[in-house]
């Protein structure tokens, strides 16, 4: 059965093509998911790990470009949270990450908007901003901007948390560009030629990765106190980075 015939709509009047195209792209997707090929798995244990650490007595949560939020919801059960928001410009996405996050039990909030007008539009702050596989989509300049309205969104204590494929210092996007094809035809087995190939396709026309340095600087530029890299996939493809709004550390470290 191939993921067109799966996913037939049973109604005439349901949004067919919406739902059928987001589908086919969410199977390659999911696929990529669950088998960890870009280290979400690690990613969201790392996430977890600085969350319970630096928040122990509850934080509020927005998922910019939440997806299916089954990542997270794994990664929020059993921690402080008190508030979670996912913003995302799909219906169909938001609808699983509504599912998915029943098992947290924290006020939820779904959002399908775009994620840098809902930070350039907030009105109440909150602890902790996630990105995961979204910001590279944007130019350097919305990047730029992007991280004055975090600054902005964000608590005196608060982080910006991102997860992201990132350029190694010195790279350029065109060996980046290589580096990611030459991984994903040798390690994404699970998806087929045509599926590679279309990833890669997608890759090439919409991805602008920026190393953790020039991350870094536009993050100390727009109001940031420190920026560090916390954690890096075994391929060292996607990188975790802080942008933390204070200068000084939580109690205890
Ligand atoms: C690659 S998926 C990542 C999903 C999830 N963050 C994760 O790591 O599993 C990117 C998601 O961002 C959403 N998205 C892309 N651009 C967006 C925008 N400007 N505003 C809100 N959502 C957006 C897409 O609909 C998609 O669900």
Same mark, same amino acid.
């Given at each position: 059965?191939?993921?067109?015939?799966?996913?037939?709509?049973?109604?005439? &009047?349901?949004?067919?093509?919406?739902?059928?195209?987001?589908?086919?792209?969410?199977?390659?997707?999911r696929?990529?998911?669950?088998?960890?090929?870009?280290?979400?798995?690690?990613?969201?244990?790392?996430?977890?790990?600085?969350?319970?650490?630096?928040?122990?007595?509850?934080?509020?949560?927005?998922?910019l470009?939440?997806?299916?939020a089954?990542?997270?919801?794994?990664?929020?059960?059993?921690t402080?949270?008190?508030?979670?928001?996912?913003?995302?410009?799909?219906?169909?996405?938001? &609808?699983?990450?509504?599912?998915n996050?029943?098992?947290?039990g924290?006020?939820?909030?779904?959002?399908?908007?775009?994620f840098?007008?809902?930070?350039?539009?907030?009105?109440?702050?909150? &602890?902790?901003?996630?990105?995961?596989?979204?910001?590279?989509?944007?130019?350097?300049?919305?990047?730029?901007?992007?991280?004055?309205?975090?600054?902005?969104?964000?608590?005196?204590?608060?982080?910006?948390?991102?997860?992201?494929p990132?350029?190694?210092?010195?790279?350029?996007?065109?060996?980046?560009?290589?580096?990611?094809?030459?991984?994903?035809?040798?390690?994404?087995?699970?998806?087929?030629?045509?599926?590679?190939?279309?990833?890669?396709?997608?890759?090439?026309?919409?991805?602008?990765?920026?190393?953790?340095?020039?991350?870094?600087?536009?993050?100390?530029?727009?109001?940031?106190?420190?920026?560090?890299?916390?954690?890096?996939?075994?391929?060292?493809?996607?990188?975790?980075?802080?942008?933390?709004?204070?200068?000084?550390?939580?109690?205890?470290?």
């Open positions: 059965m191939t993921s067109d015939q799966f996913f037939e709509p049973a109604a005439a &009047d349901e949004r067919t093509d919406e739902v059928k195209a987001f589908f086919n792209q969410w199977h390659v997707y696929t990529i998911m669950d088998h960890d090929y870009t280290g979400e798995v690690n990613a969201h244990k790392a996430l977890r790990d600085l969350l319970i650490h630096d928040f122990p007595d509850g934080f509020s949560i927005i998922d470009g939440c997806g299916d089954g990542y997270m919801a794994q990664m929020l059960a059993g402080s949270v008190s508030y979670y928001e996912g913003v995302d410009l799909s219906d169909v996405a938001l &609808d699983l990450a509504r599912k996050m029943e098992v947290v924290c006020q939820c909030v779904f959002s399908n908007y775009d840098v007008r809902n930070l350039q539009e907030r009105e109440s702050p909150v &602890d902790v901003i996630w990105i995961g596989l979204s910001l590279h989509h944007l130019s350097s300049v919305q990047k730029e901007m992007f991280l004055a309205y975090c600054r902005s969104a964000l608590t005196a204590r608060g982080l910006l948390i991102i997860y992201e990132m350029l190694e210092e010195g790279e350029t996007r065109e060996e980046f560009l290589g580096r990611c094809e030459a991984e994903i035809d040798a390690h994404w087995t699970a998806l087929a030629p045509d599926e590679r190939e279309a990833i890669c396709e997608h890759v090439i026309s919409a991805d602008f990765p920026e190393s953790v340095m020039t991350l870094r600087e536009m993050g100390l530029r727009n109001g940031f106190a420190r920026v560090e890299s916390v954690w890096r996939n075994p391929t060292s493809l996607f990188q975790m980075i802080v942008f933390h709004a204070s200068p000084v550390n939580p109690p205890g470290e």
